[in-house]
């Protein structure tokens, strides 16, 4: 198994008077955001010393908690600062972009960090679409198209043009290239519909937070596709994203988790929920006027793993067997709700008990009824 730390760059500045959906610029340290950049590349450069396979970063705004709002600027600075770690974007919020120029800026990134670049091509959160007005209800068909012409824009050797639903354009000529390697790409596999097309365009799969049943009822979709579709991924090509913390003992680390109000960190505020609850409905489909009932909806969230590297080594291999992801990225960091210090001592820990033994760990692919016939 693979083992990737994502890395938010935490404002580790005040943030107590943020209400979960915005920061006012006039509450900004500048000298506790200098600092926070300071932190964060401390960070990835101890993961990448600790033995992590690969650093992630995400594209997020008009946050208080991740001050990465232009990811690829970190991960250029932290693909020269470190020459030899493997950076990934993980993700890039398609629909608010202009398709062409971010594949412009994925080819650049790449040759930047000389092909040592991962990327994926996701849609954002609901809180996004808001603050840089987009449609929801056409968030799926938008990004779908985006993705297309991404993929087009970074593999034609020729100029070509290009005439959709959302994006037209004339002339489309590509430079620079990217390297030879190919920067790979990833997209979200957190429902079923999203899997199957990722399962399609022949691309890596990206599940966050969710249970490990649903997970894998997503991973078996991403296959069926996938077969469909000509080839046959393995579980290397799906990652797994979830939040981690880790303890001298198990009792220590759940008492230190509980303190920082790490296991429920992810329920969203009553505000935050009325708020966004709509927009989320019409990402997924929900048509318009309609009011979902929540209390039917699936859990989105799987239980954090807490412990001592022991304990989070077996909660890990029993997650990643029962969902099929050979890629493993821990978020460290909670919601910004996690000093630096014990940060730097989760990153040492994994790299001394929990990374060598992960890296042994062989995940079966999830059989769907085409690969148990072979």
Known sequence: MKVDLFTPFVYYGDTSQANGIQFPQRLFDSEAGKLSIDKGIAEATAAHE??????????????????????????????????????????????????????????SLDNIVGGRLNYALLRGTPNEHATYGQN??????????????????????????????????????????????????????????????????????????????????????????????????????ILYRQFAYLGETDDKAWDEADDLGFPG??????????????????????????????????ALFGPVWVGTPETVQQQIEATADEAGFGRVELTLTGFGVVPHEKVLENIAWAGEALLPALHAHEVPALRTPALAAV
């Open 50 to 107: 600790a033995g992590f396979d690969r650093l992630t970063f995400a594209e997020h705004h008009y946050s208080a908690v991740q001050m990465t709002p232009a990811p690829m600027l970190v991960a250029a600075a932290i693909g020269r600062l470190l020459p030899d770690a493997e950076v990934s974007i993980l993700g890039i919020d398609l629909p608010l972009h202009n398709p062409v120029n971010i594949a412009e800026q994925i080819a």
């Open 136 to 237: 929801p209800w056409e968030s799926r068909a938008r990004f779908e198209e985006a993705v297309e012409l991404v993929v087009r824009c970074l593999t034609e050797p020729e100029p070509f043009g290009w005439e959709g639903r959302y994006y037209r354009y004339r002339n489309i000529a590509m430079f620079p290239g990217i390297t030879q390697s190919r920067p790979r790409l990833m997209l979200s596999g957190n429902s079923e519909g999203t899997a199957r097309f990722a399962g399609r365009m022949g691309a890596d799969l990206g599940i966050s937070f969710l249970p490990a049943a649903s997970a894998a009822k997503n991973v078996r979709a991403y296959y069926e596709a996938a077969e469909e579709a000509g080839w046959t991924p393995s579980p290397e090509n």
């Open 265 to 298: 960190m992810m329920a969203p505020s009553p505000m935050f929920a009325a708020i966004m609850g709509p927009l989320a409905a019409a990402m997924a489909g929900v048509p318009k006027g309609v009011v979902p009932d929540m209390s039917k909806a699936p």
